[in-house]
């Protein structure tokens, strides 16, 4: 987690453009934020617990200077405060890093003996002292940014600054960063958007290679096969569009995003996308909501395509033991490309040979650029923290390769009915997204401490992501049961008035799920159901009704009343719904 930033220029208005690049990586971590800067041939360091605009009213943006490094923070090691923040000086060394050190305490140890005084609780402080030992030592940077990594165990991608150098170095490992090229200026920075208000040219930096930037920039040890980038979306960054949060603008733009990208794939009647039937193992491997699209996928593949197929959380597909045969493959969910434990698993399954196809949003990034094949979201970048497009875009995607699993056995023998209906999909999904009912469930739920949700198989693959956004930004307790489990146990936490959300699109278990919502009635609940069937009953107590669409595109629709049901609810208890409390969007920490 943490956004890095630093720029190195010919033009003096560097701090204005620094602490615009960090706004744009505020999304990865907004406990606190800082920056150091070069100010009449001193580094000046200003950093605060808060957000950046806390930040931004300690500064003098009338300084002039052409040399900057910025951090925004998602606390790991030591709690959030003006301290822990970012950047970090020892000695000649001020640093801002992205990642985690996970032989911290050893360093901390040696160097403390060697007379360093640590102020803060984080492991960037030790690797400021670390280096600054390692110049004293060899009196070379160079030599000693070569060497550090031969020191530190653990992930980082670090922006750095010397006493009397006027130079920007930056190195990395196992944490993004790019190298942005403006005709005036260059930039380090943890993603592509975060400089594209002044260049989309950029490079992608590999593992091990060090930065300096002066008059110019060098790559070490090797700059020739250095691809220059050209980001080309069309997508703003900044603009909300005149909706009132980045995520009600992203739920607006699943439509379009959905709909192109199945006009793009049955067009050509799916030959574009990769054939899995060659494969008798498919293992999907996600975190967070893209574990979720695993899991709806592999009730898909399963049900209409007779494929079997693995769901993993990616933190535990690293360390379980995992058995391959020589036709599996893995497939990786991701929308930023960059999460930590999901890396770590495209690494493990590439060291053993085993084919990998990522579906990411985020182009060039680490997933993107280890895995075999890829296949990109084209979501456009997602700012809000919680998930929405992106998680359709997945789900769309993983839908049409299960069709084509499907069309290939000849299960499906043509795919004219599916090709008619994503003509109404972008109506339908447009009608459902401005349906105002939401905000009247809402505001009966809002002020609930527990809200349960409940279904089988797809449809409960599909609750537990309406769970997850509704808990993420709204801070209620909210808890996910495949419909038949709840009465094991979960079933005591039902009082009168517990709100329980029931989805109901899988049409060959209608009645048992029924029964179900009638028992936590008989305990009080009050019954919300999301379905696409004809169905009543005096359990309910309000029913969201949704059109029936073909079984592969029914998990896009169907996610669409959740998400809005969780965003209003969240808006209604006044939380911060692009950024809620705790959490971050690109999660590069173990
Ligand atoms: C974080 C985000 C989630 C996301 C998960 C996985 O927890 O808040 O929205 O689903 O990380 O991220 P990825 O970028 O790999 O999809």
């Known amino acids: 987690m943490c956004g890095i930033i630093g720029i190195k220029s010919s033009d003096n208005d560097v701090i204005k453009k620094t602490l615009n690049c960090l706004h744009h990586l505020e999304y990865r971590g907004y406990d606190s934020s800082g920056i150091a800067y070069l100010d009449h041939d001193k580094i000046k360091i200003i950093k605060k617990k808060g957000r950046i605009s806390d930040l931004e009213e300690k500064i003098d943006f009338s300084c002039e200077t052409n040399l900057a490094i910025a951090h925004t923070r998602w606390a790991t090691n030591g709690k959030a405060n003006d301290t ?37 609780d984080t492991d960037t402080e030790v690797i400021a002292a670390l280096l600054d030992d390692m110049v004293n030592q060899t009196h070379d940077k160079m030599e000693a940014l070569k060497e550090l990594k031969t020191k530190l165990v653990g992930s980082y991608a670090l922006g750095i600054l010397f006493d009397n150098d006027d130079a920007l170095y930056a190195v990395k490992k196992d944490s993004p960063l790019i190298l942005g090229l403006d005709t005036n200026s260059y930039f380090i920075a943890s993603d592509v958007p975060a400089i594209l208000d002044y260049t989309n040219k950029y490079i992608v930096l590999e593992d091990n290679d060090i930065v300096k930037i002066d008059t110019t920039y060098h790559i070490y040890p090797e700059q020739a096969s250095r691809k220059i980038h050209h980001f080309t979306s069309s997508y703003s960054l ?22 192109h990208l199945l006009s793009k794939y049955l067009k050509n009647d799916l030959i574009d996308l990769p054939d899995l039937t060659i494969y008798q193992q498919i293992d999907i491997v ?31 597909y690293r360390y379980q033991k995992n058995f ?23 690494r493990q399954v590439k060291e053993k040979g085993i084919p990998s196809l990522a579906i990411v949003n985020t182009i060039s990034s680490s997933i993107a650029r280890e895995c075999d094949n890829v296949i990109y979201l084209e979501a456009g970048p997602e700012i809000a923290v ?16 299960a069709l084509k699993i499907s069309y290939q056995k000849g ?21 459902l997204i401005n349906d105002i009912n939401y905000i009247k469930i809402a505001k009966k739920i809002y002020q609930r401490r527990d809200i349960f949700f409940i279904g089988r198989l797809i449809d409960y693959a599909i609750a537990l992501e309406g769970s997850l956004k509704l808990k993420e930004i709204s801070y209620i307790h909210s808890e996910t049961y495949p419909a038949g489990e709840l009465k094991h146990g979960t079933i005591s936490l039902i009082e009168d008035g517990s709100p329980v959300i029931s989805v109901i699109t899988y049409d060959k278990i209608i009645d048992k799920t029924i029964s179900n919502i009638e028992e936590v009635k008989a305990r009080g609940a009050y019954n919300i159901v999301l ?5 009543t009953s005096k359990a309910f107590d309000y029913v969201i009704q949704i059109p029936k669409v073909n079984a592969f595109l029914n998990p896009i629709i169907t996610i669409i009343p959740l998400q809005l049901l969780a965003y209003y609810v969240a808006r209604l208890n006044g939380c911060d719904i692009d950024k809620p409390r705790n959490l971050a969007k690109s999660v590069t920490v173990e």
């Open 386 to 401: 919680a998930t929405t497009k992106a998680y359709t875009a997945q789900i769309t995607i993983l839908s049409l390769l």
């Open 238 to 259: 900044d603009d909300k569009d005149g909706f009132a949060h980045y995520m009600l603008k992203e739920i607006n733009e699943q439509p379009g995003i959905i709909y």
């Open 286 to 316: 996600g975190c967070g909501s893209a574990y979720h699209t695993a899991l709806v996928a592999k009730t898909l593949f399963e049900e209409y395509s007779d494929t079997k197929v693995s769901a993993y959380v990616a933190s535990e």
């Open 324 to 346: 391959y045969s020589s036709n599996s493959i893995v497939i990786f969910i991701s929308q930023s490309g960059e999460t930590a434990d999901t890396l770590a698993c495209v």
């Open 84 to 120: 822990n923040a970012h950047p970090h000086h020892m000695g000649q060394v001020t640093l801002v890093h992205n990642g985690i050190i996970e032989n911290a305490a050893i360093l901390k140890k040696e160097l403390e003996k060697k007379n360093y005084h640590f102020k803060s």
């Open 411 to 431: 299960l499906i023998t043509n795919l004219d009915s599916i090709k008619k209906d994503i003509r109404h999909i972008k109506e339908v999904l447009i009608h």
């Open 531 to 535: 379905t696409n069937q004809n169905i």
